[in-house]
């Protein structure tokens, strides 16, 4: 199935980790905030995806199914 | 008791506003003008969703949608909550209403409680809103004395901050929180006040309720248009001679609404929906009806019905400069593409005003705009962005007039600006 990357505004404290363990997907604006792509994340790319959910320290980055 | 009263002529207006400025709110006149509510129950349900009716309190979301959600996971134990903090300060409808028919604001209270299952209903007005609270208050003891309602009604002064209208921020403060928006899903009707299922209606919205249960989808879809049903309240003020709470089906032209508060010599523009809404150009308007359909067409919507007018002598970036720095400061601060996006929004409108050679704060603006958008836990920046960009593009001339000379002398005070910082608790 597949999922795609959110972020919850209120949660995320702008660390940035997850712009930098997964840049294909996540990119920081100027304050330093991730502007995720919202489209599903491709295969190749779920196992770095999954890491970079894990390595927020603020667990404000998910992964969530996709809604059809 | 006595027979239901017969309905109204369908097309009669007002529906929702006192017949007369001096026609008393109490119950004994409501109960004259209305009837009785009829007895309760969910198959009011089907007669909101036939109604059609639509959330007013800026979002239009179908009523009879969330009721359903409501109905569909707390039958017994959901609550409802009237949502009447308005805190956009060119609306001042459901305020109006509160003071001038809190009986029938009541009564759609109480009869979407008995429709959706609920076991308690709450009503949360603006704590900074006397005229409201008194009016309730009053209603309520009449109420308990002659007319006791199956569900039991609290009243919630809500503190004074932008968003803490929005439901997610007023379930948060019902629970003990500051009303700041929360991150959704999960969303009130899936766990809200108390974790139960939670149904938040617009004020006037649940007054269209009590008409509905009344007289019927038919009678109520009798004014308006068959997207947007029924009457609307309008808070018309800025650049006119009469501003007020008026009431006018939907579809009703643009140019006539202005007419009825007594417009301004030359208006420049109008702002339709408050700080959250769209500047439309004064040569669009007499061919605009007020209703989502004819205002998608200038890139405008219905929001929460507040038209403000921009006269001759005005500047309508200095006023929109005003009203993004003011909507800066009401930023819950919680999420960091609104913190710190609408200070530079605002920061780039200043420097539009300010203009100079050489000046480019119309990209930053639309720079602002692409990177903050959609970003918040709310629509708050959204709807900051909607407006400074429809400004952006009416008053187009403006922008390049400031830029090649500077301020042009406009004298800001069209819109309101309140003082004061917003209050969480």
């Given at each position: 199935m597949s999922r795609r990357l959110a972020v919850d505004p209120i949660a995320?404290?702008?660390?940035g980790i997850c712009a930098e363990l997964l840049p294909e997907l996540i990119r920081l604006d100027e304050w330093g905030y991730p502007i995720v792509d919202a489209r599903p994340v491709p295969p190749h790319l779920e196992g770095l995806a999954r890491r970079a959910v894990a390595a927020c320290p603020t667990l404000a980055l998910k992964l969530r199914s996709a809604q059809a | 008791m006595r027979a239901p009263t017969e309905a109204p002529?369908?097309?009669?207006?007002?529906?929702?506003?006192?017949?007369?400025?001096?026609?008393?709110?109490?119950l004994a006149a409501h109960l004259e003008r209305w009837g009785p509510p009829p007895p309760g129950g969910p198959g009011l349900i089907g007669e909101v969703e036939r109604a059609g009716l639509r959330g007013r309190?800026?979002?239009?979301?179908?009523?009879a949608l969330k009721m359903r959600a409501v109905a569909a996971r707390g039958a017994g134990r959901a609550v409802v909550v009237g949502n009447?903090?308005?805190?956009?300060?060119?609306?001042f409808k459901d305020k109006a209403l509160l003071a001038s028919a809190p009986h029938l604001v009541l009564d759609g209270l109480v009869l979407a409680a008995e429709a959706v299952g609920a076991s308690e209903a709450v009503l949360c007005i603006d704590r900074g809103a006397p005229d409201a609270l008194r009016g309730v208050a009053t209603a309520l003891t009449e109420r308990s004395r002659h007319m006791p309602d199956p569900v039991p009604v609290r009243v919630a002064p809500a503190p004074g901050?932008?968003?803490?209208?929005e439901e997610s921020a007023l379930v948060h403060w019902l629970n003990g929180g500051p009303a700041k928006p929360t991150y959704v899903p999960p969303r009130p009707f899936e766990r809200?006040?108390?974790?139960r299922p939670t149904l938040v209606d617009n004020v006037e919205t649940l007054a269209h309720v009590a008409l509905i249960a009344r007289f019927g989808a038919e009678w109520f879809r009798a004014?308006?248009?068959?997207?947007d049903p029924g009457s609307c309240l309008l808070s018309i003020g800025g650049d006119v001679t009469r501003p007020g709470v008026y009431e006018a089906p939907y579809g009703a032209g643009l140019a006539d609404l202005i007419g009825m508060a007594g417009p301004s010599q030359a208006p420049q523009a109008v702002l339709v929906g408050g700080y959250s809404g769209a500047w439309v150009p004064v040569g669009a308007v007499s061919s605009l009806r007020f209703d989502s359909e004819s205002l998608a067409g200038v890139?405008?919507?219905?929001?929460?019905?507040a038209i403000s007018v921009l006269g001759a002598g005005r500047c309508g970036l200095m006023e929109t400069a005003r009203a993004v720095r003011w909507m800066a400061g009401q930023s819950?601060?919680?999420c960091g593409p609104c913190a710190n996006g609408l200070p530079a929004l605002a920061e780039a409108f200043d420097q539009l005003v300010r203009?100079?050679?050489?000046?480019?704060a119309e990209r930053r603006v639309a720079e602002l705009a692409q990177v903050v958008a959609?970003?918040?836990?709310?629509?708050h920046p959204d709807g900051v962005i909607r407006m400074a960009t429809s400004a952006i593009r009416v008053f187009a001339a403006e922008v390049a007039h400031h830029r090649e000379l500077?301020?042009?002398?406009g004298h800001p005070g069209a819109l309101t600006v309140p003082a004061g910082r917003p209050v969480w608790r």
């Amino acid at each position: 199935m597949s999922r795609r990357l959110a972020v919850d505004p209120i949660a995320c404290d702008a660390h940035g980790i997850c712009a930098e363990l997964l840049p294909e997907l996540i990119r920081l604006d100027e304050w330093g905030y991730p502007i995720v792509d919202a489209r599903p994340v491709p295969p190749h790319l779920e196992g770095l995806a999954r890491r970079a959910v894990a390595a927020c320290p603020t667990l404000a980055l998910k992964l969530r199914s996709a809604q059809a | 008791m006595r027979a239901p009263t017969e309905a109204p002529p369908a097309t009669a207006l007002p529906r929702l506003l006192a017949l007369s400025p001096a026609a008393a709110p109490g119950l004994a006149a409501h109960l004259e003008r209305w009837g009785p509510p009829p007895p309760g129950g969910p198959g009011l349900i089907g007669e909101v969703e036939r109604a059609g009716l639509r959330g007013r309190g800026g979002a239009a979301f179908p009523t009879a949608l969330k009721m359903r959600a409501v109905a569909a996971r707390g039958a017994g134990r959901a609550v409802v909550v009237g949502n009447g903090v308005e805190r956009e300060p060119v609306s001042f409808k459901d305020k109006a209403l509160l003071a001038s028919a809190p009986h029938l604001v009541l009564d759609g209270l109480v009869l979407a409680a008995e429709a959706v299952g609920a076991s308690e209903a709450v009503l949360c007005i603006d704590r900074g809103a006397p005229d409201a609270l008194r009016g309730v208050a009053t209603a309520l003891t009449e109420r308990s004395r002659h007319m006791p309602d199956p569900v039991p009604v609290r009243v919630a002064p809500a503190p004074g901050a932008y968003v803490a209208g929005e439901e997610s921020a007023l379930v948060h403060w019902l629970n003990g929180g500051p009303a700041k928006p929360t991150y959704v899903p999960p969303r009130p009707f899936e766990r809200g006040v108390g974790r139960r299922p939670t149904l938040v209606d617009n004020v006037e919205t649940l007054a269209h309720v009590a008409l509905i249960a009344r007289f019927g989808a038919e009678w109520f879809r009798a004014l308006g248009t068959p997207a947007d049903p029924g009457s609307c309240l309008l808070s018309i003020g800025g650049d006119v001679t009469r501003p007020g709470v008026y009431e006018a089906p939907y579809g009703a032209g643009l140019a006539d609404l202005i007419g009825m508060a007594g417009p301004s010599q030359a208006p420049q523009a109008v702002l339709v929906g408050g700080y959250s809404g769209a500047w439309v150009p004064v040569g669009a308007v007499s061919s605009l009806r007020f209703d989502s359909e004819s205002l998608a067409g200038v890139e405008a919507g219905v929001g929460c019905a507040a038209i403000s007018v921009l006269g001759a002598g005005r500047c309508g970036l200095m006023e929109t400069a005003r009203a993004v720095r003011w909507m800066a400061g009401q930023s819950a601060g919680q999420c960091g593409p609104c913190a710190n996006g609408l200070p530079a929004l605002a920061e780039a409108f200043d420097q539009l005003v300010r203009g100079g050679h050489g000046s480019r704060a119309e990209r930053r603006v639309a720079e602002l705009a692409q990177v903050v958008a959609g970003r918040g836990a709310c629509h708050h920046p959204d709807g900051v962005i909607r407006m400074a960009t429809s400004a952006i593009r009416v008053f187009a001339a403006e922008v390049a007039h400031h830029r090649e000379l500077g301020p042009c002398g406009g004298h800001p005070g069209a819109l309101t600006v309140p003082a004061g910082r917003p209050v969480w608790r």
